[in-house]
């Protein structure tokens, strides 16, 4: 039961971590609109996977699934739009 | 076992999605070097999250979970160094 507790501690710090992990960056870029660096087609798979794994989520009935893959449904297409609004064709 | 069907299709197509969405960024990053919009924290908190979620997968002895954060662990790795090796500080 302690290594069980112990690895979903694991599993809850990876969700905690991938999913706040994008926000520094929605804040940089959104102050910054430098998008350069960025490859669109990146963040449009990575952001048309998150959608995929945000359904899988809401029809295996998992919470956690469904909270952190909302947040980094919501950052990754806010980076999507910046990227897509100021990159230099 | 229809719906099981498509809704586990769903989920492969998240995994398959989110795992090879980074490699287009890494290609890209090799190439031109330009690191400037990137956010350090961003991509140190996804890595150390990534690392979590291996860890978590190792431990579920889910082969799906291992495979594709391996592959992730590694593109996030190689976009962190680049970071740290041509930022400006």
């Known amino acids: 039961m302690a290594d069980l507790d112990l690895i979903e501690g694991v599993g809850?710090?990876?969700?905690a971590l991938t999913t706040y992990s994008f926000l520094p960056q929605v804040y940089k870029t959104w102050k910054t609109k430098d998008v350069s660096a960025f490859s669109l087609t990146t963040f449009t798979l990575f952001f048309?996977?998150?959608?995929?794994?945000l359904i899988y989520g809401i029809y295996k009935e998992s919470l956690s699934m469904i909270l952190a893959n909302s947040i980094t449904m919501a950052s990754?297409?806010?980076?999507?739009?910046?990227?897509?609004?100021?990159?230099k064709p």
């Open 48 to 53: 048309v996977g998150i959608v995929c794994w």
């Open 76 to 87: 990754s297409f806010v980076i999507l739009l910046l990227i897509i609004k100021y990159r």
């Open 12 to 15: 809850l710090l990876a969700a």
